[in-house]
C-alpha cells in the first residue's frame, strides 16, 4: 500500500528501480518505463529460483571435484605409504627411526588434508543450508513483495561470492599429488644405509 496515496502498488519503475500506485506513476513517472508490478515480481522471482539452482549445482559440481581430487590424493598416498612400509622391511632395523619419520610425515600430511577436506566441506554445507533455506522461503513470497525478493536475491549473491572462495580449495585438490617419499629419495636412503653399515661386510652397494 502506497502510504502516500494510500492506493496499492501496482507497477514498477524499471528507472528508478521503485513500486508504484496509479497516483505515483501519474504524479513523477508517467514518462518512465514501467511494468506491471505482479509481472516484474514473478520475472524477478523465476531470476531468483534460477539463480539459487546454478548456485547449488555449482555447489555440488565444486563437492564433487573435491572429493575425486582427494580420493586421488589418497589413494597416492596410500601406495606410498605401502610401498614404504615393504622397503622398511627390507632394510635394516637399525634404521627404522628413519621410516618411522617419514611415514610419521605422511600419516600426518594425509591427516592434515583430511581436516582440509572436513573445512571445506563444512563451508560447503553452511552455503548450501542457506541456499535451501532461501529456497523455501522464495515458496512463500507474497506476489507484490519486491522487498523481500531483493533481499533474497542479495543473499544468493552473496552466497555465490562465497562460493568463489571455496573454489579455491577445488583447484587446490584437483592439482594435489603429494608424496612425501619418491623413489629417488628411498634409493638415497638406501645408499646412506649400505655405507653406515659397509664396514661390517653385511651389506653389498647396488
Same mark, same amino acid.
Given at each position: 500500500?502506497?502510504?502516500?496515496?494510500?492506493?496499492?502498488?501496482?507497477?514498477?519503475?524499471?528507472?528508478?528501480?521503485?513500486?508504484?500506485?496509479?497516483?505515483?506513476?501519474s504524479?513523477?513517472?508517467?514518462?518512465?518505463?514501467?511494468?506491471?508490478?505482479?509481472e516484474?515480481?514473478q520475472s524477478?522471482? &523465476?531470476?531468483?529460483?534460477?539463480?539459487? !539452482?546454478a548456485?547449488?549445482e555449482?555447489?555440488k559440481n565444486y563437492? =564433487?571435484? +573435491?572429493d *575425486?581430487?582427494?580420493q586421488?590424493?589418497?589413494?597416492?598416498s596410500?601406495?606410498?605409504?605401502?610401498?614404504m612400509?615393504?622397503?622398511?622391511?627390507?632394510?635394516?632395523?637399525?634404521m627404522n627411526?628413519?621410516?618411522?619419520?617419514?611415514e610419521?610425515?605422511?600419516v600426518?600430511?594425509?591427516?592434515e588434508e583430511?581436516?582440509r577436506?572436513?573445512?571445506?566441506e563444512?563451508?560447503?554445507?553452511?552455503?548450501? &543450508?542457506?541456499?535451501?533455506?532461501t529456497? !523455501?522461503?522464495c515458496?512463500?513470497?507474497?506476489p507484490?513483495?519486491? =522487498?523481500a +525478493?531483493? *533481499?533474497?536475491?542479495?543473499?544468493?549473491?552473496k552466497v555465490?561470492l562465497?562460493?568463489?572462495?571455496v573454489?579455491?580449495?577445488?583447484?587446490?585438490?584437483?592439482?594435489?599429488?603429494?608424496?612425501?617419499?619418491?623413489?629417488?629419495?628411498l634409493?638415497?636412503a638406501k645408499?646412506?644405509?649400505?655405507?653406515?653399515?659397509?664396514s661390517?661386510?653385511?651389506?653389498?652397494?647396488e
Amino acid at each position: 500500500m502506497c502510504p502516500k496515496h494510500q492506493k496499492r502498488y501496482i507497477l514498477y519503475c524499471t528507472d528508478c528501480r521503485v513500486t508504484l500506485c496509479h497516483g505515483c506513476w501519474s504524479k513523477k513517472h508517467s514518462k518512465h518505463a514501467t511494468n506491471d508490478l505482479l509481472e516484474e515480481v514473478q520475472s524477478r522471482k &523465476q531470476k531468483l529460483k534460477e539463480n539459487i !539452482t546454478a548456485r547449488e549445482e555449482n555447489l555440488k559440481n565444486y563437492r =564433487e571435484e +573435491v572429493d *575425486k581430487g582427494f580420493q586421488m590424493f589418497e589413494s597416492e598416498s596410500s601406495s606410498s605409504i605401502d610401498e614404504m612400509r615393504e622397503s622398511r622391511e627390507f632394510w635394516i632395523k637399525e634404521m627404522n627411526f628413519f621410516f618411522d619419520k617419514l611415514e610419521g610425515a605422511m600419516v600426518s600430511k594425509l591427516a592434515e588434508e583430511k581436516e582440509r577436506k572436513d573445512i571445506f566441506e563444512s563451508a560447503v554445507d553452511k552455503l548450501l &543450508q542457506r541456499i535451501n533455506a532461501t529456497k !523455501t522461503m522464495c515458496d512463500f513470497l507474497a506476489p507484490d513483495d519486491m =522487498e523481500a +525478493v531483493s *533481499k533474497h536475491e542479495d543473499e544468493i549473491n552473496k552466497v555465490a561470492l562465497e562460493s568463489l572462495r571455496v573454489k579455491h580449495d577445488v583447484s587446490y585438490f584437483e592439482n594435489k599429488r603429494f608424496i612425501p617419499v619418491s623413489g629417488g629419495e628411498l634409493k638415497t636412503a638406501k645408499r646412506k644405509v649400505v655405507s653406515e653399515m659397509g664396514s661390517l661386510g653385511k651389506y653389498k652397494q647396488e
